[in-house]
């Protein structure tokens, strides 16, 4: 069965400073597709970026980006330029067609400091 | 730009009663979802429907959860007699071919 790990149960960074949120997933698929999602205190669910394991280029969307390590079953979010804005909990997730669902870390709290 | 949305985004009700949670999905997409978030922990999936019918559910969605798409737009969670842990945020997410799951903004579900 597919797992995804979340080993930071929190982060803290500087505001305009740089973070990274591990991710680890554990899969025997080689076709699938990984997201983070954002979770403001507002619990709105909100998509930052998406990854297709197909596709060796990372993606890359304004100041978040991803360091997708397929052999690895790695998948971190880069954060750059943080804003106050940015905090909240991230959560990692892992989708396959067949699956029809989504798979779920536990989250990574930010927080961000002034 | 098309976004999903949910009602109500609070509900209250005393164990033992039925409640409905409805969606609206972005107007193009074919595959809905119903997750759950009990506060504080990992959001759980609940059921995935294509094609009007239930393409996968999970060890939660016993016989007291049913879902369906009565009228071609609304998608509807059933909980046919609430527990106290049913307390929960329950999300809607819709999806079409090859693309992320968007999220609703989700309804609170408070059970007494």
Redesign the interface.
Known sequence: AQTVTQSQPEMSVQEAETVTLSCTYDTSESDYYLFWYKQPPSRQMILVIRQEAYKQQNATENRFSVNFQKAAKSFSLKISDSQLGDAAMYFCAYFMDSNYQLIWGAGTKLIIKP | EPEVTQTPSHQVTQMGQEVILRCVPISNHL?F?W?R?ILGQ????LV?F?NNEI??K?EIFDDQFSVERPDGSNFTLKIRSTKLEDSA?Y?C?TQTHNT????G??T?LTVT
């Open positions: 595959y979802y997750y978030q990992k959001v759980e999936f995935s294509y393409s996968e999970s945020m999300f997410a992320a799951q968007y999220f903004p989700g609170r």
